[in-house]
């Protein structure tokens, strides 16, 4: 099973709203569990999250502007991974 951290534990630790982390979820960035009313992030999410969290507040960057870098930093990955396929190919 996986852990759960409670968002609000997050949003304390991060001296951000619950709002940023919700409109990363209504955007599809980030997957969260809900357990009797509380809401929680799951492990496997939270470095994808502290990444968006460090982008909105270090860079000003916002919701709209985190979800264009994650889509962009997704196709250079799927490109990558297509080159190293490619390459195992040829070589």
């Known amino acids: 099973?996986?852990?759960?951290?409670?968002?609000?534990?997050?949003?304390?630790?991060?001296?951000?709203?619950?709002?940023?982390?919700?409109?990363l979820r209504e955007a599809g960035l980030v997957k969260f569990k809900i357990v009797k009313r509380n809401t929680y992030v799951p492990e496997t999410e939270l470095q994808k999250l502290e990444k968006m969290i460090r982008l909105h507040n270090e860079l000003e960057i916002n919701v709209a502007g985190i979800e264009a870098i994650?889509?962009?930093?997704e196709r250079v990955e799927q490109m990558q991974e297509e080159m190293r396929v490619l390459r195992n190919r040829v070589g």
């Open 1 to 23: 099973m996986t852990n759960l951290i409670a968002a609000t534990d997050i949003c304390t630790y991060h001296g951000i709203e619950y709002t940023f982390i919700d409109s």
């Open 70 to 73: 994650v889509h962009l930093l």
